[in-house]
């Protein structure tokens, strides 16, 4: 099942903060956060395991729940390179899952 | 060489051509993934290619056949398509199935079906 994503769009000014929640319904070994700019595909930025490390890619930072099956991305004074669609991508819990699940998807857009 | 290049990048098609989406990567990963996107939404899986065989087929229609001639490239065969299927197609690969969820994708090919 689809991972669900809120909000659905953002829209902040430069040096503002964000955070995007991921849910699931499966159990979840790992939690993957992709950003995708209008017309590009999309990056990987970071990967959360079950009782791992909140991670951190620039000033953009992540945390995984395990008990409650969700993920936050944490946007920090956000700047214009920001903007774009993210996506959380969970495995469920059984081990050596091949696929990945992309979540409904955030649509962040920085203004000056 | 860290890039997952795909070819063509545009491609309109009619219903009864035949054409090939191309995908290449020279990372050493042993796992390959054609996804399918359409407009504001996630991508898709369409196939997972794990050591050149064909490991997950999510019900794809059989318009679309793909193919892996070595462990570097990936094809994707276009067959009687429907408008519907216009979308962008993303390649993606992995260092290995197990490690699905770090993907390295392509740039993608938008495909546009009349």
């Known amino acids: 099942q689809q991972p669900v994503q809120s909000p659905q769009a953002v829209i902040l000014r430069e040096g503002e903060d964000a955070v995007i929640n991921c849910s699931s319904s499966?159990?979840?070994?790992?939690v993957h956060w992709y950003r995708q700019k209008h017309g590009e595909a999309p990056v990987f930025l970071m990967i959360?395991?079950?009782?791992?490390e909140q991670m951190r890619h620039e000033k953009i930072s992540a945390s995984f729940n395990e008990k409650k099956q969700q993920s936050s991305l944490y946007l920090t004074a956000s700047q214009l390179s920001y903007s774009g669609t993210y996506f959380c991508?969970?495995?469920?819990?059984?081990?050596?899952?091949?696929?990945?699940?992309f979540g409904t998807g955030t649509r962040l857009t920085i203004i000056p | 060489d860290t890039e997952v290049t795909q070819t063509p990048k545009h491609l309109v098609m009619g219903m009864t051509n035949k054409k090939s989406l191309k995908c290449e990567q020279h990372?050493?990963?042993?796992?390959m993934y054609w996804y399918k996107q359409k407009a504001k939404k996630p991508p898709e899986l369409m196939f997972v290619?794990?050591?050149?065989?064909?490991?997950i087929n999510e019900s794809v229609p059989s318009r679309f056949s793909p193919e892996c001639p070595n462990s570097s490239l990936l094809n994707l065969h276009l067959h009687a398509l429907q408008p519907e299927d216009s979308a962008l197609y993303l390649c993606?690969?992995?260092?290995?199935?197990?490690?699905?969820?770090?993907?390295?994708f392509g740039p993608g090919t938008r495909l546009t079906v009349l």
């Open positions: 959360l395991l079950k009782g791992g």
């Open positions: 993606a690969s992995s260092q290995d199935k197990a490690l699905a969820g770090t993907q390295f």
């Open positions: 290619y794990s050591y050149e065989k064909l490991s």
């Open positions: 990372m050493g990963h042993r796992a």
């Open positions: 499966k159990a979840l070994y790992s």
């Open positions: 991508g969970t495995d469920a819990d059984d081990f050596g899952n091949e696929k990945l699940t």
